[in-house]
C-alpha cells in the first residue's frame, strides 16, 4: 500500500508512526510498501513487504497468526481466514494470486534444503578430519602409555576425540535430515496434486461448507424469529436453547436486568454478525471448490471411477488395504449445485466392520446377485418411526411436545434424538424419539408428538396386519379417499361402520393415491367458508392437552372447520363427534352438517349422549362463540372439560368468564389474517 506522505514527515522511509505527530492513524501515517497474495492450492495468505515493519504493525501482523518465513522473506498465515483476509486488504489494498505453484514452491524449498544438507555434510566432513587428525597421535584401541605421551596430554586429546567425534556425528545426522526434508517437500506437493487426494479434499470442502451453510440458516431463522414480538416467557424459553446470544443473556433477562427489547436487540446483531461471517466462509469455500474441482478435471477426473464401475448395494469393491467389502450403501452428494447427485464415497462392511470407503480407493468391482441385493435392501431399511402415547417399562409416561418444539430442540440439543428399539414379543423393531428426561437426569425418556398422527409399534414377526380378504376390492375405501379422508379416517370410518380394522394398510394409501391423481385431472378446487379462522396445530394440541383427552375418551368438536382440532384429538386416542355448518368441510372431517345451535346430537339407549370433553373454536361474528360455549357445556357429562377460545370482549367476559376455571389472553396474531383479541378458557361441565 502506498500512502501519501506529509512534506513536513521528518522520516519518510520508516514512517510506521508519524515523526510529527505521533500518531499511527493521521493522515501523514505511511506503511511501507506490502503487496499481499492468496494460493487456493495451499490455502495461505502472504504478506511481502520492502522495509521492517514498525513495532505496531508487526504485533497486529503476528496477531492475526501470520509468521515470518526468513528465508522467504515475507509473513505466512496458516490457512486463510476472514479476520486475516481482512487485514491484508486494509495494508495492501488487495489480494493477489500467487505467482508460484505448489510444486515450484516446494521445488525451491527442496532447493534450500540440499543446500543446508550440502553445508552440513562438509562440516560433518571436516569435523571427522579434525578427529583423523587428534587421534593420530593415539592409536585408536590402544592404551595411554606414561612416558610417551604425558598423561594430562592425553587425556585431553582424547576428550576432544570424544566431542569431535560426538560434533561430526551430529553433523552428518544433520545433513541427512535436510536431505530427507527435501525429498518430502516435493513428495508433500506430489501428493497435495494426485487426484484421489484432492477428491478427498473437495469432499472436507463440501463438509465444511455445509456446516457454514446450515449456521448461516440458524441465523437468518434467529433474526427473523426475535424480530417478532415476543412475551417475556417466550423470549426466555427461546433464550435458554438460542447458542448464539451473546454469554450471560438469559440470565440477565430471567433476573430482569435487561428488557425483552434489549435481549432481542442483542440476539439480532448476534445473528447479524454471525450470518455476515458465514456467509464470507461460504464464498470462500465455494471459490475453493471450484479451483479444486478444476484441477481435479485437468488432471483426471475422479467422477470417471463412477462410469467404470457402476457400483450398486450387494456387490463388493476392493481396496488396497482393505480388501473385499461388501456394499451397503452408495453416498451421493447431498446439498445444491452442478455436483449434486455425484457419487463421493461407499458404506461398506468389510472385514473390519462398517466404514466409508472413498472412490478413489476402490481398485476393482464384483456386481452383486439378486439375492445379494435384496439381502443388503432388507439389512439397511430403516424400522418405522412410532408415535403413540404410553408408558415405558418403568411405568414413566411418555414425555410430551408438538412437532415444532421437537424439530428445534432436536436441532439444537444432543438429548433430543431418534433410537432404535429391537424387537421383542410384544413389538417388532422400530424407532423411537427419545429426550433426556426433566430435573438434569440423562436418562432418557420416549416422546409423544402431540400434534402429528398416532403411529403405533409395529407387532412382532416384521408383519403388518392384513385387510380382511373381502376388503381387498372394497370400493368404499377409494370412496372414502376420494373425499380427502386420511389413511386413519379412512380406517375409522370402516370402523363406525361395523368393518373393524386396528389401523391402516398399503391398499388405503394405494386407493389414496390413485384418487389424488383423479382429483388432480379435475383440477384442485378451494373451499371457502364465512367466519372461518383455522385453529394453528400447535395451539390445537395445546388444548386437547388441556381438556385431558385420553385413549377411548368421546370429545365433541361443535365447530370443526379444516380439521385441526379433530385431528389433534385422535391423535391422543379420542372419539370425536365433530358438527361442521359448511357441507363440503363436513366431508373432509367426517363431522356431522348442521348448525351447532340446532344439532340435538346422537342419542345412546334413549338419552341424550354426553361427552367426556368439549375442545371448540366457535365463530366469533356478533358474540355468537358466547351462546356455542355455553350451548356445548350442556353435552358435557358431570365433571367434564371444556377448553374455547373466544373474542376477548366485554360481552364475553361478562357471560363466559364467571364459568371459567382458566382465561388467558392469546397473543395478537394468533389467527392468520384477523387482529380480533381472543382468550382461551377452560370451564367444568354442570354438575
Known amino acids: 500500500m502506498n500512502a ?55 504485533d497486529r501482523v503476528k496477531a492475526a497468526g501470520f509468521h515470518w518465513a526468513p528465508q522467504q522473506k515475507l509473513f505466512v498465515a496458516p490457512m486463510w481466514t476472514p479476520e486475516r483476509a481482512d487485514l491484508a486488504f486494509e495494508l495492501c489494498g488487495d489480494i493477489g494470486d500467487e505467482d ?52 594430562r596430554h592425553a587425556e ?42 484432492r477428491h478427498r479434499r473437495i469432499k472436507g470442502l463440501e463438509a465444511d461448507l455445509r456446516k457454514h451453510e446450515k449456521s448461516r440458516s440458524e441465523s437468518i431463522g434467529g433474526i427473523k424469529f426475535w424480530s417478532t414480538t415476543l412475551t417475556r416467557d417466550q423470549a ?26 434489549e435481549a432481542t436487540k442483542r440476539a439480532v446483531e448476534a445473528h447479524t454478525r454471525n450470518a455476515e461471517w458465514r456467509e ?14 478444476a484441477m481435479l478435471g485437468e488432471t483426471g477426473d475422479i467422477a470417471v471411477h463412477a462410469e467404470k464401475f457402476d457400483v450398486k448395494p450387494g456387490g463388493q469393491v476392493l481396496t488396497e488395504h482393505r480388501g473385499w467389502a461388501v456394499v451397503l450403501r452408495v453416498n451421493k452428494v447431498a446439498q445444491s449445485g452442478v455436483n449434486k447427485g455425484d457419487v463421493n464415497s461407499y458404506t461398506v462392511r468389510g472385514r473390519y466392520g462398517r466404514m466409508k470407503v472413498g472412490i478413489e480407493e476402490v481398485v476393482d468391482y464384483r456386481p452383486p446377485s439378486e439375492e445379494d441385493a435384496a439381502k443388503v435392501a432388507a439389512a439397511t431399511k430403516l424400522p ?25 430442540r432436536a436441532k439444537h440439543s444432543d438429548s433430543y434424538r431418534t433410537v432404535r428399539v429391537k424387537e421383542n414379543e410384544k413389538h417388532g423393531a422400530h424407532r423411537q424419539r427419545t429426550m433426556w428426561k426433566p430435573g438434569g437426569s440423562f436418562e432418557d425418556i420416549e416422546v409423544f408428538i402431540t400434534d402429528i398422527p398416532r403411529k403405533d409399534p409395529p407387532p412382532p414377526g416384521g408383519k403388518k396386519p392384513e385387510l380382511p380378504e373381502r376388503l381387498l376390492h372394497e370400493p368404499r375405501i377409494g370412496q372414502l379417499a376420494s373425499e380427502g379422508l386420511s389413511d386413519a379416517q379412512i380406517v375409522a370410518k370402516l370402523a363406525r361402520e361395523g368393518t373393524s380394522v386396528s389401523k391402516p394398510d398399503v391398499i388405503v394409501t394405494r386407493h389414496k393415491f390413485e384418487a389424488m391423481k383423479e382429483t388432480l385431472k379435475a383440477g384442485v378446487q378451494v373451499v371457502s367458508a364465512d367466519q372461518l379462522f383455522p385453529t394453528p396445530p400447535d395451539l390445537a394440541a395445546r388444548m386437547v392437552r ?21 385431528q389433534a384429538i385422535r391423535a391422543r386416542g379420542g372419539v370425536v363427534t365433530a358438527v361442521e355448518i359448511n357441507p363440503r368441510l363436513a366431508r373432509l372431517t367426517d363431522a356431522h ?23 371448540m373454536n366457535p365463530p366469533f361474528k356478533d358474540a355468537v362463540d358466547v351462546m356455542h360455549i355455553m350451548r356445548a357445556r350442556t353435552f358435557l357429562k358431570p365433571g367434564g372439560r371444556l377448553v374455547a377460545i373466544c373474542a376477548g370482549g366485554p360481552r364475553q367476559a361478562e357471560k363466559l368468564k364467571p364459568l371459567a376455571e382458566t382465561w388467558e389472553e392469546l397473543p395478537a396474531g394468533t389467527f392468520d389474517g384477523t387482529g380480533v383479541r381472543t382468550v382461551l378458557l377452560t370451564m367444568r361441565g354442570p354438575s
Open 4 to 58: 501519501t506522505i506529509p512534506d513536513d514527515c521528518t522520516s519518510p522511509d520508516t514512517c510506521g508512526v508519524c515523526h510529527v505527530c505521533q500518531k499511527p492513524n493521521c493522515p501523514g501515517h505511511s506503511f511501507p510498501t506490502m503487496d499481499a497474495t492468496y494460493d487456493p492450492a495451499d490455502n495461505k495468505l502472504r504478506l511481502r513487504s520492502v522495509a521492517r515493519l514498525p513495532k505496531e504493525l508487526y
Open 156 to 197: 585431553k586429546d582424547a576428550e576432544r576425540i570424544k566431542s569431535g567425534m560426538r560434533k561430526a556425528i551430529k553433523l552428518w545426522e544433520t545433513s541427512k535430515y535436510w536431505e530427507r526434508r527435501a525429498a518430502g517437500a516435493l513428495r508433500l506437493a506430489k501428493y497435495k496434486e494426485d487426484p484421489g487426494v
Open 280 to 293: 464470507r466462509w461460504i464464498s470462500h469455500l465455494n471459490l475453493r471448490l471450484t479451483y479444486e474441482r
Open 546 to 566: 388441556l381438556a385431558g383427552v385420553g385413549e377411548g375418551d368421546r370429545v365433541l368438536e361443535p365447530s370443526a372447520g379444516t380439521g385441526n382440532i379433530v
Open 100 to 151: 508460484t505453484s505448489l510444486v515450484e514452491r516446494a521445488e525451491e524449498r527442496a532447493e534450500r534444503f540440499e543446500v543446508y544438507q550440502e553445508k552440513r555434510a562438509d562440516d560433518a566432513e571436516r569435523a571427522h578430519e579434525a578427529v583423523a587428525a587428534i587421534a593420530d597421535n593415539i592409536p585408536l584401541g590402544q592404551p595411554i602409555l606414561i612416558g610417551h605421551h604425558s598423561q
Open 236 to 261: 426466555l424459553k427461546i433464550a435458554n436453547y438460542d447458542r448464539a446470544l451473546p454469554y450471560g443473556t438469559w440470565s440477565a433477562l430471567d433476573k430482569n436486568e435487561i428488557t425483552v427489547e
Open 384 to 408: 418405522p418411526l412410532v408415535n403413540y402415547p404410553g408408558t415405558n417399562a418403568k411405568g414413566e409416561t411418555f414425555h410430551e411436545m408438538t412437532k415444532k418444539e421437537w424439530d428445534y
Open 593 to 615: 352438517c348442521a348448525d351447532f345451535l340446532d344439532f340435538v346430537g346422537p342419542e345412546a339407549e334413549g338419552a341424550p349422549f354426553e361427552f367426556d370433553a368439549v375442545v
